[in-house]
T-cell receptor
Framework: KNQVEQSPQSLIILEGKNCTLQ??????????LRWYKQDTGRGPVSLTIMTFSENTKSNGRYTATLDADTKQSSLHITASQLSDSASYICVVSGYGGSQGNLIFGKGTKLSVKP | DTGVSQDPRHKITKRGQNVTFRCDPI?????LYWYRQTLGQGPEFLTYFQNEAQLEKSRLLSDRFSAERPKGSFSTLEIQRTEQGDSAMYLCASSEEPRGFAYEQYFGPGTRLTVT
């Protein structure tokens, strides 16, 4: 069964600190992996998209890594800000063109405290 | 603001009533998607359109749910005879037609449905 597992479920860090969120998946065959940021009560906003041939991609203070061999991805947030408080969702897409192949993780809820 | 709008943002209804939500995608996007998200979970795919054609429906989309995109622009999602289990955030997203392995989906702010 195609699954996307994220860890930790929730995380509290102090403003200015770095953190890393993890995503493990069993989706096969694999096409691409996305990280979204979702503020409470809002829709998800894309941070990065990586295909199977990409190992890392950055978007400002956000850096995503992908190891397609071990089926793992991480999202590293540098110098966290209060506005980084949100849920971060990992989404993995398989081949085939079916939208049902877009598998969403449950997200990691990040709280950045002053 | 991603450019995708949804209306209403919140809807409270009594069990058994019908509700309809609207989504306006980014104007040049020919693909439109509907998702449902319950508390503490990631979004789950419901259905998607390419222009006015509904190309795929998830098995989550029971016969009480119907979606339309009559002119290939805005879309509506109707839930008939609502049940308490329908309480969720309903998200709409749009994208250009994919030209490669990865394409960007832009999400709207969602409609929060509460069935009492």
């Amino acid at each position: 069964k195609n699954q996307v597992e994220q860890s930790p479920q929730s995380l509290i860090i102090l403003e200015g600190k770095n953190c890393t969120l993890q995503c493990n998946y069993t989706v096969s065959p694999f096409s691409n992996l996305r990280w979204y940021k979702q503020d409470t009560g809002r829709g998800p906003v894309s941070l990065t998209i990586m295909t199977f041939s990409e190992n890392t991609k950055s978007n400002g203070r956000y850096t995503a890594t992908l190891d397609a061999d071990t089926k793992q991805s991480s999202l590293h947030i540098t110098a966290s800000q209060l506005s980084d408080s949100a849920s971060y969702i990992c989404v993995v897409s398989g081949y085939g063109g079916s939208q049902g192949n877009l598998i969403f993780g449950k997200g990691t809820k990040l709280s950045v405290k002053p | 603001d991603t450019g995708v709008s949804q209306d209403p943002r919140h809807k409270i209804t009594k069990r058994g009533q019908n509700v309809t939500f609207r989504c306006d995608p980014i104007s040049e996007h020919n693909r439109l998607y509907w998702y449902r998200q319950t508390l503490g979970q990631g979004p789950e795919f419901l259905t998607y359109f390419q222009n006015e054609a509904q190309l795929e429906k998830s098995r989550l989309l029971s016969d009480r749910f119907s979606a339309e995109r009559p002119k290939g622009s805005f879309s509506t999602l109707e839930i008939q005879r609502t049940e308490q289990g329908d309480s969720a955030m309903y998200l709409c997203a749009s994208s250009e037609e994919p030209r490669g392995f990865a394409y960007e989906q832009y999400f709207g702010p969602g409609t929060r449905l509460t069935v009492t």
